[in-house]
């Protein structure tokens, strides 16, 4: 009879329910299917595509299961058993697109896309970063859900503003690009640190620096959308009534800056599928010459002695009163460098797998690269002379 009751026990604890939810911040799962309660096929809440998902499994201590998600595009998901520190599944248990297969050694694991960077994590980081006397924390206006579109201001204080140029970067316009966000952490980083150069910066430039332009879309989880389904990216050229809350915002913040002083550089950070960066760089026949001259030449400081990103990566694009950039072209012409920034989810094109650690390696680069482009020559960080960033010549020829 003993024996009975124990058998009867493991067979209990062996099918203990396995159970999927979302049910937390930046979380997406639509539905869960399995027949066998090993494969599992998971959908995901749809926007513009269903690529975002971040879902929290439990019940999956000791047992192998594998999960496939149909809505999405992804290779080599990241998990997590403290939703913490993310891993990429390895290639033996992620051998192909949209799934994943393990043996899980603890209870609980939460999966996603990409390592999230969600809105509480972003308070945390702002709450660190308010600390340095060179940042400066403003809300820009709040959205249709309350959540605030935050504006962090990077300069020397003792320097006056009037004489400084101006940057502006802004990020996670599409809410499922969590790399570009790791990329503008390291813009941060590195724009306050500690260090001659970077001193010299502060003291030359006034950093606008946009965390979530889309807050609402980052904390309900969607892929590509505001929480009422409008693509922020390319709401720009609507009439009033039809233009977002948060482009209203950006809109009216940008003006206001550049009704002072129109801002040199405009960096827009985004994160695509595509295994490699890339610059979205104007045609000239949308732009003029020397604009998608000067384009090449910030993209050239970019990709210089880089292990990331190379020139074969840029792509080249029309310039469409859509988009941000469009809409400063179309107010302050070739002022503005503007140009949209892609950094990949899985691979660069050299092979080497996208992490937080080199995503925020480029945003590093990118502060070097927005300061050589800006000519502030540093004795420390000289300007050497490098055929591929020079931006001379005739403007007649369009190359379109
Ligand atoms: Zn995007």
């Not at 104007?282 to 210089?304: I, K």
């Not at 996208?354 to 502060?367: A, H, I, Q």
Request: proline letters at 5%; aromatic letters at 16%; hydrophobic letters at 35%.
């Amino acid at each position: 009879m003993k024996i009975f009751v124990l058998l009867l026990l493991i067979n209990a604890l062996s099918l203990a329910q396995i159970s999927f939810d979302a049910n937390f911040e930046s979380g997406n799962i639509n539905t869960v299917t399995t027949t066998d309660s090993i494969n599992y096929t998971v959908t995901t809440i749809s926007d513009i595509g269903g690529r975002w998902f971040y879902f929290r499994i439990k019940g999956v201590k000791d047992k192998f299961i594998r999960v496939t998600i149909t809505s999405t595009d992804v290779n080599r998901p990241m998990y997590s058993y403290n939703n913490r520190d993310f891993t990429r599944f390895t290639e033996s248990e992620s051998p192909s697109l949209r799934m994943f297969q393990k043996t899980f050694t603890e209870d609980t694991v939460y999966v996603a896309y990409y390592t999230p960077y969600n809105y509480s994590y972003l308070q945390e980081r702002i709450a660190e970063w308010k600390l340095n006397p060179f940042t400066k924390i403003d809300t820009l206006g709040i959205t249709d859900n309350g959540l605030p579109i935050q504006q962090i201001t990077i300069t020397d204080p003792l320097v006056p503003d009037t004489e400084k140029r101006r940057v502006w970067i802004h990020a996670r316009t599409h809410p499922s690009e969590t790399p570009s966000s790791w990329h503008f952490d390291g813009v941060v980083q590195k724009l306050l640190s500690s260090d001659d150069v970077i001193s010299y910066y502060r003291q030359n430039v006034v950093f606008y620096l946009i965390p979530f332009t889309n807050p609402d879309g980052v904390y309900y989880g969607r892929s590509r959308t505001n929480y009422n389904g409008i693509d922020v990216e390319s709401n720009w050229d609507k009439p009033e009534f039809e233009t977002s809350i948060e482009v209203k915002i950006l809109k009216q913040r940008m003006s206001q800056i550049n009704n002072e002083r129109v801002f040199s550089v405009f960096n827009n950070l985004h994160s695509q599928a595509a295994s490699y960066c890339t610059f979205w760089i104007h045609t000239p026949g949308s732009t003029s010459p020397r604009f998608y001259r000067r384009e090449y030449q910030f993209s050239n400081l970019n990709t210089s002695d880089n292990p990331y990103f190379v020139p074969d990566d840029y792509s080249e694009s029309n310039l469409l009163a859509k988009f941000p950039e469009g809409w400063l072209w179309n107010n302050h012409g070739e002022q503005v460098m503007a140009l949209t920034y892609e950094t990949p989810y899985d691979q660069y094109s050299s092979d080497v797998w996208v992490t937080d650690s080199n995503l925020m390696e480029l945003g590093y680069r990118n502060v070097y690269a927005i300061a050589e482009y800006l000519e502030l020559s540093h004795p420390k960080w000289y300007i050497l002379d490098n055929k591929n960033t020079i931006a001379t010549g005739s403007w007649n020829t369009d190359t379109a």
